[in-house]
């Protein structure tokens, strides 16, 4: 009877440990917490969180899939900004499902501007902030008084807010680059026509109209950002929509 009930222990000892390691096998996904301020002095500033969770085979690399995602959310932000003025945005922010900007600059923007109601332009700042578990924390935590990761990503960049809620349209100004299409257009053709176009086309951020001249018909330029204006009596052009960035 004792033999018996020593190998019944023993057999409960081996399943658990077996139920043990298939947990400990399985896959499984962690992330930390990413939120991206962008603050402006004296103002409200706007916060939004987002995860990338990463998938390592066990829960012994638990605190790995953390380290990566910490990575991945850094890399995500930093290379956004860097191309802040496209509709894409990088491959890492896209493995979480929640991360909140398309269009960096623009939606950025908007936001500031509609949190701070009645400013025309200001500088702000955008930072990431990455907590939760160990491997969260900043690779320098050793070096640092806040072991957290706290990023600076830009300082002191201007936004301009426009107020008035038609587009802005210049007459003798154009938007050189960030075309992504453009073509002649038929005799006749106004810059009215132009705009037009633009505001059917979700791609189109902002347009140039150029006028005809010795024999060249009018053409349009329909762009996926906003360009600097620059003076030339040539041309006429527009942005779409109530905010300027």
């Not at 002191?156 to 299409?181: F, K």
Request: aromatic share 10%; with cysteine.
């Amino acid at each position: 009877m004792k033999l018996q009930r020593v190998f019944k222990a023993g057999a409960i000892g081996l399943l658990a440990l077996a139920a043990l390691t298939a947990t400990a096998a399985a896959d499984i996904s962690r992330s930390c917490r990413g939120t991206i301020t962008i603050s402006t002095a004296g103002g409200t500033s706007v916060r939004n969180s987002f995860t990338i969770p990463v998938t390592v085979p066990n829960r012994a690399y638990a605190n790995r899939a953390r380290e990566r995602s910490r990575d991945a959310m850094l890399s995500c932000v930093r290379e956004h900004w860097n191309m802040r003025m496209s509709s894409n945005r990088p491959h890492w922010c896209n493995n979480g499902g929640d991360y909140p900007y398309q269009a960096f600059s623009q939606e950025m923007t908007a936001a500031i501007c509609a949190a701070n109601p009645g400013r025309q332009t200001f500088l702000v700042n955008v930072g990431l902030d990455i907590t939760g578990k160990k491997g969260c924390e900043h690779p320098d935590a050793s070096a640092r008084n806040n072991v957290w990761g706290a990023y600076t990503i830009a300082r002191d960049y201007r936004v301009w807010c426009w107020l008035d809620p038609e587009p802005e349209v210049r007459q003798g100004w154009n938007l050189p680059g960030r075309d992504y299409r453009y073509y002649n257009m038929p005799a006749g053709a106004t810059a009215d026509d132009c705009a037009e176009d633009c505001a059917s086309d979700s791609r189109c951020e902002a347009w140039t109209y150029k006028h005809p001249a010795e024999g060249n018909p009018p053409m349009c330029f329909l762009k996926d950002s906003v360009p600097d204006w620059n003076r030339d009596a040539r041309f006429v052009s527009g942005i779409k929509g109530t905010v300027l960035y």
